[in-house]
């Protein structure tokens, strides 16, 4: 199959190889959450509700110094073709769950927040591509949402090498064609990677090109991210005006 049409250089979908899906993003979604955010990466949807910081409450895993995050990911049974039931738990939940968790710890400022947990459940509503980055983007919202001091704004986005040609972004169709793909996640205004994920092999130059479209990608949703952290806080003040 010809993922990139080699006469006008569209992809099957019809965006350019360096063109991201459109992005929407909303908070407050979750009513009884301290935080939540909705959202959605072309087709890719998922929601995000963060509770705390609170009280422990495994007292075994209280510390001292930092708050303790929990991340809980898991996919709605209607969010993809598949019928099958996904068991809560399942390997691969636990081990995004945990990249996601990890993730989200290199910004927030746990050591304002001692001796207490912050958890943070991400459910996949549809999924068609980008899942994981996707959850990523939803969490960094509802973090700010529920006013958890961050260091900066943590994104992901991912990138692919198919058709000999870097992609931006993969759908579903593109990340089951079997080519290499990175996910990555950064704290942009602090030019850091925070994860850095890669299913293949790729030669150096090619791997440099991909993870650059990648962290372009990041930047992009970080723009956006604040546009809508911005919007929400002009929201607010117009509410408490009148």
């Known amino acids: 199959m010809e993922y990139v049409n080699p006469l006008t250089g569209f992809r099957l979908d019809g965006r350019r190889p360096n063109e991201m899906r459109q992005i929407r993003g909303e908070i407050g979604v979750v009513a009884k959450a301290d935080g939540s955010a909705l959202f959605e990466m072309g087709n890719t949807k998922v929601i995000a509700a963060v509770y705390g910081p609170r009280e422990v409450q495994n007292k075994g895993q209280q510390m001292d110094g930092q708050a303790l995050v929990r991340c809980e990911y898991s996919m709605a049974n209607f969010s993809t073709g598949d019928r099958a039931r996904k068991s809560k738990g399942d ?9 996601i968790r990890q993730t989200m ?35 960094t919202l509802a973090l700010a949402d ?16 198919l058709c ?5 972004d993969l759908n579903y169709v593109e990340d089951s064609a079997g080519g290499p793909d990175v996910t990555v996640g950064t704290l942009v205004k602090m030019d850091k990677v925070t994860l850095l994920q890669m299913d293949a092999k790729l ?6 090109d991909v993870l650059q479209l990648a962290i372009e990608g990041c930047k992009a949703i970080a723009n956006y991210i604040q546009e809508v952290l911005l919007e929400n806080t002009k929201k607010l003040e117009c509410m408490r005006g009148s």
């Not at 390997?91 to 990249?99: N, Q």
């Not at 910004?107 to 591509?129: E, K, N």
């Not at 030669?203 to 440099?208: C, D, G, L, N, V």
């Open 91 to 99: 390997r691969r939940s636990t081990e995004i769950s945990l990249v």
């Open 105 to 139: 710890e290199a910004s927030i400022l746990t050591h304002l927040m001692p001796r207490s947990q912050i958890d943070i459940f991400l459910q996949v509503l549809q999924a068609d591509g980008g899942t994981r980055s996707a959850c990523i983007n939803a969490a």
């Open 146 to 161: 529920a006013g958890i001091p961050m260091r900066d704004l943590v994104t992901s986005c991912s990138a692919g090498y």
């Open 164 to 168: 000999s040609t870097p992609l931006l």
């Open 203 to 208: 030669p150096i130059e090619m791997f440099t």
